[in-house]
């Protein structure tokens, strides 16, 4: 049997009134409006239902629950009957008894008797309330009337649809339409015929459906079942872990058959996804397990060479070796390390540790690079910490959304659908984007204001929309005072009151209405609480920071820091970036973001490590890569992650590879780095991992172990054998040692520990002596800094701009069944969505160039071209394209350039100068 | 100068009044189209004066030949002489319907001259809590079958603070309708559509006294698209209120606005359920929402919405126009006011009759409907509509009103009284109840989307003599846990046609 979480019915509510009711002789005191059912539950008075679960609104359908209240008529269902002071409920009396009784014995006249065969057997709620009511026997015909002929929709590669199962109770509907917010599904018909149905009443693959779950979930019955549980049968066990895809971190019950992983369940106590997830966490687990998972070490003298099978003590000691040789020949500094935000916090910090203690340098760096580093540098300068502000659940009090360069119904979906829940009951919505992106129009939402701009001009149109702020008298004074650091103020307000910032001013050069831009400043200054979400279109450019700081301006200055509902808000691409930056992965920076360069950070880290490390900063990737073509860099330990194909400029990337003596990565599969390997140690999927992941709102999860690793060795027990082979033991003898050590040298994570995480489930850093149980909300009384900092953000467009020669301009984005590069996702039944990256093209763009929907193009910029197929689309204007890098095949990579972030050297990803030409084929 | 009156209900042109009024005015008659006087078996009943608001004289059952050849005269047999004097009418004591029939419904003029918007100019002429008060001192209660006072609902809707519509941002304009619900589906109900086809300004003035009294803003008709002539009238009397200032952004020259649109169902008899009303207007599946919330305080858009039955709010106008205390007059007990029955079925005299509350049923059938269309010997009489009880002969003698009904197990519902002779097969209209049940259920709640089509099985082989005892048993029990568990009316009030029916005629059952 399936051990369940408790549901309690109905969802929580929040009151300030407190009521008591008494329920089967027992007092209990809940918030009004709190259902009879959820109080009844909450002292262990279960009634019985079936259309009720604590995630959706009450719905009153399915009759079961019904109870008598003293004094009042009738027997009302207990699911829509609030609490009322000095209410006595009683819920098991000979009426009740009889009439739910009689319920069941309606349900199951239309039901096929056969649980000792279905796949929910065990785990099915009407077999249970069956139970509870004590159903005894069917009275009606079986002549009667039915839907046991019913067909099954087999469409989807994760899920079963089985009408004849169906009892009607709409959950999944409500799930569909109240959680996920797509609205996929309905109840076609009525009466009898009613039947759950998509709304264009296709199968569910053909569908609006996104596979995200929260149907199957929903469903009490078999009717829609993973096939994962028909084909392996009803979990025995489960364990608790955290989704390893993007930065929303969602929490999930691994729920196995032994030692088979049965399927992912989403986590209602889950503080991130509310036990919510998406197609990606919910069902694409399957590369755990895909057959080209690499499980032993390999070893190459050169990467011409074929790789060798070796033991891990042989692969270890070839790998020390090497890199002791190449320093030896030369330089401390001739090698260095890349962690990945794809592993665990201990992972990351010990490979840091390494590179640092053991290595003897600073040349540490992460994928975060390219991602966000400018969210880093642009939130320490004006707030004085390198994260995002809010909690998720903060969306809940927003009254104006802001969202810029994000697409979160694709890359972040729990949290989209978070957003859109809180959009859907009335918040406005400013989206600042090239592209059309869903959020702009989908059922029940649509964006005030969706300011299409020119790739590169962010900050042309924040200033602009924070000049109309301060030039119509909009600033939140008393805030800014109170808060900030009111001469920076004074600086910027003078700065940004420029007529060069005014729309007017700007309109030529984004594109975007001056009327536009002065409605969507006016809905974000005004509507009551403002909040920014923003994601790579706002990082990835040559002024990624300063888009960045532009944006922690305009918040300052209207307010909006330091409560719920609003805050600046990265939202981050991978699971753990958070976290691998926290983690001291920066050449420059400790753990917790202190400097190296910081006499007294560094002489904490002396003391705690026993060696005297360096205060100057290191190299980062680009200069290691640099480095490397001029042969002056020549050994890279690789964590998790595969520069060949997510870095910029792939044929630069490559040279520096090739140039190398010693490349080691550690991943799951031989990727596209590999190729430029001599060393490859197997790595673990997040299912074998035991640590710690930190997501988007600063919250640390469990990471916990659900099958031993298949390598036979923890990723980070195998950093520390190599740098124990260095010369620099590092012993640890778990995981939780690792964390007592980072909060040990960390003030944001003092308080953290796997005990803490165990019993409290998750926490948000600062998590220390002043906040024992996390910060949700950041900068509430003051800024981490003190005084809000404002910086005068000038607009300075890109070098890279359309020419003759290359007259549009791509950007990238995501996809939502595919994730990152797709080494996961293009290893899972997902590339049905997705089969290949292709490039959407304005029309008017495709026909001035010959190209048809559905054609094969060669897209080429100044570094580099490549082929893939084009897609006639209304989402972009005309002169800019977007394509997605979810495969290594189309290369989008080695066509973006070595632009870069000013301060950061992020990579200016969202805006290459391309041309695009009809091509015979995919080509070579 | 001699004025003619050809009524344009659609049940007197389904007998032909088109063509009798073109036949007068191609004699170049003058010709005023009315409403029905709501004896229905007279129609096409045609009326005549001598000068528009002149005494009528009346001749029942007019064919074009009859003004063809010009034999309209007190020597026609079908002459009535004065049509108000007739029994029928004259007995009746007309609130509601006091202008139906007599009114050209679209001429302002002619709608004033006969006592028209004088409550609506008395309501506004008082602060809107007394304008509360006097609806609840006149003891309306709501006439779509529930019988809730008005002046407690709309209290609860004035005392709410107006909301952005759901889904709007809370700096949206904020608002509260008034829903009138005219979409009636009882088999054998007309009084809504005679009313919204001959007084359709009375309604909208009824609305507007509505919309001023709680704070309202907007109103909506939603009305059975089964009801195209009085969508065509009502829309014509939008435009005129509108025209006349009635309607608009300032209801007779003042602050106040409010404005008035029509929404047409589709086809569901469960959506005159109000809460399934509200999910249908708002463009979605006809489907029951669990109470609470209270319409009264999250209702149409999730905002707070007075929804009252068309005669409810067309009580209204009279109310403030003739006193509250007039109105409380009337009636008995807690009933107070008048009803509209209805009079239909197998019965001689078919039509509108509104008498204050307390009348029999006896006297309802016998001295207004004259017994029987077929002249056997009564059986049943339904009364309330597809979901009330078998009245038996010897339980006629109860009161009209709705203390006195639940007492027989009976409803007045929206005051529907359908009459059956002994050639009715109970078991058969039993049978008819679940089937009705299991056609127009929305399907949400398990008693209702599956019992129904139980009860149908069930019926069928008491009937065909199978097992007879428990079926009896579980058709009971069926019947229980309808009554007891269905979220709405619809399921809970099937089990009143079926167990009277198997209660009073038992026999039918078993032939």
């Known amino acids: ?924 | 100068m001699t004025v003619w009156f050809v009524p344009k209900d659609a049940a007197a042109r389904s007998m032909g009044a088109d063509g009798i009024a073109a036949a007068l005015i191609a004699r170049g008659e003058e010709v005023v189209r009315t409403g029905s006087r709501g004896m229905l078996w007279l129609e096409p009943l045609v009326e005549c004066a001598s000068e528009r608001n002149g005494s009528r004289v009346g001749w029942s059952n007019v064919t074009v030949a009859d003004i063809n050849d010009a034999s309209l005269d007190q020597n026609h047999p079908a002459y009535l002489g004065e049509v108000e004097l007739l029994t029928f009418l004259s007995r009746q004591q007309r609130w509601i319907y006091e202008r139906v029939g007599i009114i050209d419904p679209l001429d302002p003029q002619d709608y004033q001259h006969h006592g028209g918007l004088a409550g609506l100019k008395a309501a506004m002429a008082m602060a809107p809590a007394d304008v509360l008060d006097a609806v609840k001192t006149s003891g309306l209660r709501g006439r779509g079958g529930a019988g809730f006072p008005a002046g407690i609902k709309w209290q609860t809707v004035a005392d709410q603070e107006p909301q952005p519509l759901r889904g709007q941002p809370s700096r949206a304009t904020r608002h509260k309708f008034i829903c009138v619900n005219a979409d009636e589906g009882d088999s054998g109900t007309f009084a809504d559509r005679m009313l919204m086809e001959g007084d359709p300004l009375c309604l909208l003035e009824g609305m507007a006294i509505a919309a001023y009294a709680v704070g309202a803003d907007r109103g909506m008709i939603y009305l059975r698209s089964e009801y195209p002539d009085a969508m065509d009238a009502l829309s014509a009397a939008i435009d005129v209120a509108r025209a006349e200032g009635w309607l608009g952004q300032s209801v007779l020259g003042s602050e106040f606005g409010f404005d008035v649109e029509i929404r047409l169902g589709a086809g569901s008899y469960v959506c005159g359920e109000e809460t399934a009303m509200l999910e249908s207007l708002e463009g979605r599946r006809g489907m029951v929402r669990a109470k609470p919330p209270l319409p009264a305080i999250k209702g149409l858009f999730g905002v707070p919405t007075v929804i009252n039955n068309v005669l409810t709010i067309a009580s209204v106008p009279g109310i403030l126009a003739r006193g509250a205390e007039a109105y409380a007059a009337l009636g008995c007990e807690r009933s107070r006011g008048t009803q509209v029955f209805q009079l239909a079925g197998n019965i001689a005299q078919g039509g509108i009759v509104e008498m204050a509350f307390g009348v029999s049923a006896r006297e309802l059938v016998e001295d207004f409907g004259g017994g029987t269309l077929s002249g056997r010997p009564l059986k049943a009489v339904q009364l309330g509509g597809p979901l009330g009880s078998y009245l038996p002969p010897d339980q006629l003698d109860v009161p009209m009103a709705y203390e006195a009904l639940v007492e027989v197990g009976a409803m007045l519902g929206h005051g529907g009284v359908v009459v059956f002779d002994d050639s009715a097969d109970m078991a058969e209209q039993a049978r008819f109840a679940m089937e009705f049940c299991a056609e127009e259920s929305c399907g949400k709640c398990t008693p209702c989307r599956i019992g129904a089509v139980r009860g149908v099985e069930v019926i069928d082989r008491l009937r065909e003599g199978k097992d007879t005892e428990t079926q009896t048993l579980l058709l009971r029990d069926l019947c229980d846990v309808m009554k007891q568990g269905s979220l709405c009316a619809m399921g809970g009030l099937t089990p009143n046609p079926v167990l009277s029916a198997l209660d009073h005629f038992a026999e039918d059952f078993s032939r």
């Not at chain 1, 975060?368 to 809940?396: E, I, M, N, W």
Request: hydrophobic share 35%; glycine share 8%.
């Open chain 1, 1 to 924: 049997m399936t051990v369940y979480e408790r549901d309690l019915g109905t969802p929580a509510v929040s009151a300030d009134t407190q009521v008591t009711v008494t329920i089967d002789g027992i007092p209990i005191t809940v918030p009004e409006g709190t259902s009879v059912m959820r109080a009844a539950a909450l002292v262990d008075a279960a009634i019985p239902k079936l259309c009720a679960t604590d995630n959706l609104d009450a719905f009153g359908s399915c009759r079961l629950c019904l109870v008598e209240i003293e004094g009042r008529p009738g027997t009302p269902a207990s699911c829509t009957t609030p609490c009322q002071d000095g209410m006595v409920v009683n819920t098991q009396t000979p009426r009740l008894d009889k009439l739910r009784k009689g319920v069941m014995e309606l349900y199951i006249s239309d039901h096929p008797l056969d649980c000792l065969t279905c796949s929910a057997n065990g785990d099915c709620e009407l077999q249970d309330m069956a139970g509870a009511v004590g159903s005894r026997q069917v009275r009606y015909s079986d002549e009667g009337e039915n839907h046991l002929s019913a067909g099954k929709d087999e469409s989807n590669p994760y899920f079963t649809f089985d009408a004849s199962k169906c009892i009607v109770c709409s959950r999944c509907v409500r799930a569909c339409s109240e959680v996920q917010g797509t609205f996929a599904l309905t109840i076609a018909g009525r009466g009898f015929g009613s039947a759950v149905s998509t709304a264009q009443d296709t199968d569910f693959l053909s569908s609006d459906c996104v596979s995200c779950g929260a149907c199957v979930q929903a469903c009490p019955t078999a009717t829609l079942q993973e096939k994962s549980v028909i084909d392996r049968g009803v979990p025995s066990r489960k364990v608790k872990t955290t989704c390893a895809y993007c930065g929303v971190g969602c929490s999930f019950t691994a729920e196995l058959r032994g030692d088979e992983l049965v399927r992912m369940v989403p986590d209602k106590q889950g503080g991130a996804n509310a036990g919510h997830s998406c197609v990606k966490g919910r069902f694409a687990w399957g590369y755990a397990n895909h057959e080209d998972r690499i499980t032993e070490p390999m070893i190459r003298d050169s990467i011409y060479d074929e790789w060798r099978v070796v033991g891990w003590e042989e692969a270890i000691q070839f790998a020390a070796s090497r890199l002791k040789k190449i320093q030896a020949d030369h330089g401390i500094d001739a090698i260095g390390g890349i962690t990945s935000s794809r592993c665990t916090n201990e992972e990351v910090y010990v490979v840091q540790k390494m590179v640092r203690a053991a290595f003897g340098t600073n040349n540490v760096d992460t994928c975060a690079r390219v991602c966000h580093s400018p969210t880093g540098y642009g939130l320490k300068q004006t707030f004085g910490t390198s994260a995002g502000t809010q909690d998720f659940a903060s969306v809940k009090d927003a009254d104006a959304i802001l969202v810029i360069g994000a697409n979160p119904t694709d890359a972040h979906p729990v949290f989209g659908s978070r957003m859109k829940r809180r959009l859907r009951e009335g918040a406005e919505l400013i989206v600042i984007d090239p592209r059309a992106i869903d959020l702009v129009r989908s059922p029940h939402i649509g964006a005030q204001h969706h300011l299409q701009l020119r790739p590169g001009t962010n900050v042309a149109v924040v200033n602009a929309m924070a000049h109309v702020v301060v030039t119509e008298g909009w600033v939140a004074e008393d805030f800014v005072n109170e808060r900030c650091d009111v001469e920076s103020f004074k600086a910027w307000e003078r700065f940004i009151a420029l007529p060069e910032n005014s729309p007017e001013a700007l309109e030529e050069t984004s594109g975007v209405p001056a009327t536009a831009v002065r409605a969507a400043a006016e809905t974000y200054a005004k509507a009551g609480n403002g909040a920014i979400y923003y994601g790579l279109g706002v990082t990835e450019h040559s002024q990624g920071s300063t888009m960045v700081m532009a944006m922690a301006n305009l918040a300052m200055a209207t307010g909006n820091i330091g409560r719920s509902g609003v805050g600046v808000n990265p939202l981050r691409g991978q699971n753990n970036v958070q976290g691998s930056c926290d983690m001291g992965s920066f050449p420059h920076e400790f753990a917790g973001y202190r400097h190296v360069s910081d006499d007294s950070a560094r002489a904490l880290f002396d003391s705690a490590w026993g060696v005297s490390l360096r205060g100057e900063p290191g190299m980062r990737i680009p200069n290691m890569l640099d480095a490397a073509v001029a042969g002056k860099f020549r050994g890279l330990y690789v964590q998790g992650e595969d520069i060949a194909q997510s870095d910029p400029n792939i044929h630069h990337v490559e040279a520096a590879l090739k140039a190398m003596d010693c490349v080691i990565v550690q991943d799951l599969f031989l990727n596209e780095t590999a190729r430029f390997a001599h060393i490859f140690l197997p790595g673990t999927s997040f299912l074998e991992k035991d640590g710690t992941f930190t997501n988007a709102e600063r919250r640390i999860n469990r990471v916990r172990p659900v099958v031993p690793p298949l390598s036979g060795m923890s990723e980070w027990g195998v950093t520390c054998a190599i740098s124990e082979a260095m010369g620099y033991p590092m012993h640890y003898d778990n995981a939780g040692e690792i964390m007592d050590e980072i909060a040990a040298l960390t003030p944001t994570f003092a308080g953290v520990s796997f005990a803490l995480l165990d019993e409290v489930g998750s926490v948000q850093w600062p998590c220390n002596g002043e906040a024992p149980m996390g910060t949700p909300v950041m900068h509430e009384q003051r800024f981490v800094r003190g005084e809000g900092q404002f910086v005068t953000t000038p607009y300075v467009p890109t070098d890279e701009r359309s020419t003759r020669k290359y007259p549009l301009l791509l950007t990238t984005g995501r996809i939502l069944s595919q994730y990152n590069v797709g080494a996961q996702t293009r290893r899972t039944q997902n590339t049905i969505w997705h089969a290949e990256d292709i490039l959407d093209i304005h029309a008017a763009d495709a026909e001035a160039r010959g190209v048809a929907d559905g054609d094969w193009i060669e897209i080429s910029s100044r570094v580099g071209s490549t082929r893939m197929r084009a897609r006639l689309s209304e989402e972009i204007p005309a002169g800019v394209v977007y394509t997605t890098f979810h495969h290594p095949v189309s290369g989008t990579n080695v066509i973006t350039t070595d632009n870069s972030d000013w301060a950061t050297n992020c990579p200016e990803y969202k805006v290459t100068a391309v041309e695009v030409r009809p091509s015979m084929g995919a080509g070579s």
